[in-house]
Protein backbone atom coordinates (compact mmCIF):
# COMPACT_ATOMS: atom_id res chain seq x y z
CA UNK A 1 0.00 0.00 0.00
CA UNK A 2 1.39 3.61 -1.19
CA UNK A 3 0.47 6.20 0.81
CA UNK A 4 1.31 10.33 0.06
CA UNK A 5 1.31 12.50 2.90
CA UNK A 6 1.48 16.35 3.09
CA UNK A 7 3.08 18.81 4.80
CA UNK A 8 4.09 22.44 5.41
CA UNK A 9 0.22 24.16 5.50
CA UNK A 10 0.11 26.76 7.45
CA UNK A 11 -1.37 30.37 8.05
CA UNK A 12 0.75 33.38 6.09
CA UNK A 13 0.12 36.78 5.42
CA UNK A 14 -0.19 38.24 2.15
CA UNK A 15 3.46 38.67 0.34
CA UNK A 16 4.70 35.55 2.63
CA UNK A 17 5.80 32.54 1.56
CA UNK A 18 5.15 28.71 2.52
CA UNK A 19 7.17 25.27 1.55
CA UNK A 20 4.62 22.41 0.98
CA UNK A 21 6.09 18.62 1.41
CA UNK A 22 4.51 15.51 -0.33
CA UNK A 23 6.45 12.61 0.76
CA UNK A 24 5.58 8.76 -0.50
CA UNK A 25 5.75 5.56 1.56
CA UNK A 26 4.81 2.17 1.00
CA UNK A 27 6.30 -0.57 -1.68
CA UNK A 28 7.39 1.82 -4.21
CA UNK A 29 8.85 0.62 -7.48
CA UNK A 30 8.90 3.91 -9.02
CA UNK A 31 7.25 7.54 -8.99
CA UNK A 32 6.46 9.12 -12.43
CA UNK A 33 4.22 12.52 -12.90
CA UNK A 34 3.66 14.20 -9.65
CA UNK A 35 1.02 17.25 -9.22
CA UNK A 36 -0.35 19.84 -7.07
CA UNK A 37 -3.93 20.26 -6.66
CA UNK A 38 -5.79 22.70 -4.79
CA UNK A 39 -9.75 23.45 -3.42
CA UNK A 40 -10.77 26.66 -2.53
CA UNK A 41 -14.21 26.42 -0.07
CA UNK A 42 -17.03 26.07 -2.07
CA UNK A 43 -14.58 25.47 -5.65
CA UNK A 44 -13.67 22.83 -7.38
CA UNK A 45 -10.56 21.09 -7.22
CA UNK A 46 -8.19 22.69 -9.82
CA UNK A 47 -4.92 21.94 -10.96
CA UNK A 48 -1.64 24.03 -9.12
CA UNK A 49 1.81 22.51 -10.80
CA UNK A 50 2.82 19.03 -12.90
CA UNK A 51 6.53 17.37 -12.65
CA UNK A 52 7.83 14.98 -14.61
CA UNK A 53 10.42 11.96 -13.64
CA UNK A 54 12.67 14.04 -15.51
CA UNK A 55 12.12 17.32 -13.45
CA UNK A 56 10.07 19.24 -16.24
CA UNK A 57 6.95 21.80 -15.06
CA UNK A 58 4.18 23.17 -15.71
CA UNK A 59 2.22 25.92 -13.70
CA UNK A 60 -1.33 27.12 -14.04
CA UNK A 61 -1.14 30.61 -15.41
CA UNK A 62 -2.41 31.84 -11.62
CA UNK A 63 0.83 30.43 -10.06
CA UNK A 64 3.37 30.83 -12.82
CA UNK A 65 6.45 33.30 -11.55
CA UNK A 66 5.10 32.88 -7.95
CA UNK A 67 5.06 28.96 -7.40
CA UNK A 68 8.24 26.38 -7.83
CA UNK A 69 7.71 22.86 -7.64
CA UNK A 70 10.40 20.31 -7.29
CA UNK A 71 11.24 16.70 -6.40
CA UNK A 72 13.76 14.57 -4.99
CA UNK A 73 13.32 11.33 -6.70
CA UNK A 74 16.00 9.48 -3.97
CA UNK A 75 13.85 10.55 -1.00
CA UNK A 76 10.21 9.93 -3.03
CA UNK A 77 9.08 13.47 -2.03
CA UNK A 78 7.94 16.58 -3.96
CA UNK A 79 7.52 19.66 -2.84
CA UNK A 80 6.03 23.28 -3.97
CA UNK A 81 7.63 26.47 -2.92
CA UNK A 82 5.11 29.28 -3.01
CA UNK A 83 6.08 32.73 -2.76
CA UNK A 84 4.09 36.56 -2.94
CA UNK A 85 1.22 34.32 -1.82
CA UNK A 86 -1.90 35.95 -2.14
CA UNK A 87 -5.74 35.59 -0.33
CA UNK A 88 -7.03 33.86 -3.37
CA UNK A 89 -4.61 30.89 -3.28
CA UNK A 90 -6.07 30.27 0.12
CA UNK A 91 -6.74 26.26 -0.03
CA UNK A 92 -6.20 22.72 1.06
CA UNK A 93 -3.60 21.69 -1.46
CA UNK A 94 -3.54 18.24 -2.42
CA UNK A 95 -0.08 15.99 -3.82
CA UNK A 96 -1.20 13.50 -6.35
CA UNK A 97 1.00 11.53 -8.23
CA UNK A 98 0.95 8.38 -10.53
CA UNK A 99 3.25 5.66 -8.62
CA UNK A 100 4.15 1.73 -9.60
CA UNK A 101 4.10 -0.12 -6.29
CA UNK A 102 4.49 -3.75 -7.84
CA UNK A 103 0.95 -4.13 -9.42
CA UNK A 104 1.22 -1.16 -11.74
CA UNK A 105 0.87 2.06 -12.62
CA UNK A 106 -1.77 3.82 -10.01
CA UNK A 107 -2.85 7.34 -9.25
CA UNK A 108 -2.67 8.51 -5.71
CA UNK A 109 -3.79 11.40 -3.96
CA UNK A 110 -2.59 12.75 -0.44
CA UNK A 111 -5.63 13.81 2.43
CA UNK A 112 -4.87 17.84 1.98
CA UNK A 113 -2.78 20.38 3.81
CA UNK A 114 -4.51 23.56 4.58
CA UNK A 115 -2.94 26.91 3.56
CA UNK A 116 -4.32 30.18 4.62
CA UNK A 117 -3.56 33.60 3.82
CA UNK A 118 -4.50 36.36 5.73
CA UNK A 119 -3.59 39.09 7.04
Known amino acids: QVQLVESGGGLVQPGGSLRLSCAASGSIIQIYTMRWFRQAPGKQREWVATISTEGGSNYADSVKGRFTISRDNAKNAMYLQMASLKPEDTAVYYC?????????????WGQGTQVTVSS
Open 96 to 108: NAFINGGSGVREG
